[in-house]
T-cell receptor
Framework: TAGITQAPTSQILAAGRSMTLRCTQD?????MYWYRQDLGLGLRLIHY???????GKGEVPDGYSVSRANTDDFPLTLASAVPSQTSVYFC?????????????FGPGTRLTVL | RKEVEQDPGPFNVPEGATVAFNCTYS??????FFWYRQDCRKEPKLLMS???SGNEDGRFTAQLNRASQYISLLIRDSKLSDSATYLC????????????FGAGTRLFVKA
């Protein structure tokens, strides 16, 4: 099985442009997450979804939006990119059952906003 | 103060050495604890969970000290392939669960 995939692998984006980062998992996990990882700051949660049809804000949600139309897909959209959104973005999923916490990560998307 | 703090390192050790990392957490509602490993330019992957009584997986030993609010990871007989960043992860019970990742400790094992 593929596990969790992300696209694109990397992208250079002009400031002010919009972009959607794609994330798909085939593990039928209920919960999905978007993180950004910046040097010295670790992984910071942007948005999450506990189950299809629901989403929630994480630690750094401003400038980002998500949707969860089905179990497998959890796209992240930057409506108008700014240079501070230059980062590595990881999508993750977890079973979501009580006590089952391991998160499985996609390979990441490296985004540069100029 | 960060909710989860780690020494960023880097720790430079020779092959065969024993190395230990600590991670402190500030929220007393922290309920479960993990170590993840992240290789350069790769995604994080679960290394091991940390149980209250301490647990071992081969050369790796994880311990939890609730009174002092820290967890540790001990690596014995270090291998070149252990070179990576080790992330401390804490789940906090806030009604639902909130997962906090530490910024990581970098380890370089040299021949």
């Amino acid at each position: 099985t593929a596990g969790i995939t992300q696209a694109p692998t990397s992208q250079i984006l002009a400031a002010g442009r919009s972009m959607t980062l794609r994330c798909t998992q085939d593990m039928r996990h209920n919960a999905m997450y978007w993180y950004r990882q910046d040097l010295g700051l670790g992984l910071r949660l942007i948005h999450y979804s506990n189950t299809a049809g629901t989403t929630g804000k994480g630690e750094v949600p401003d400038g980002y939006s998500v949707s969860r139309a089905n179990t497998d897909d959890f796209p992240l959209t930057l409506a108008s990119a700014v240079p501070s959104q230059t980062s590595v973005y990881f999508c993750a999923s977890s079973d979501g059952r009580l006590g089952v916490h391991e998160q499985f990560f996609g390979p990441g998307t490296r985004l540069t906003v100029l | 103060r960060k909710e989860v703090e780690q020494d960023p390192g880097p720790f430079n050790v020779p092959e065969g050495a024993t190395v230990a990392f600590n991670c402190t957490y500030s929220n007393s509602a922290s309920q479960s604890f993990f170590w993840y490993r992240q290789d350069c330019r790769k995604e994080p992957k679960l290394l091991m969970s940390v149980y209250s009584s301490g647990n071992e997986d081969g050369r790796f030993t994880a311990q939890l000290n609730r009174a002092s609010q820290y967890i540790s990871l001990l690596i014995r007989d270090s291998k070149l392939s252990d070179s990576a960043t080790y992330l401390c992860v804490v789940n906090i019970n806030t009604g639902g669960f909130k997962t906090i990742f530490g910024a990581g400790t970098r380890l370089f094992v040299k021949a």
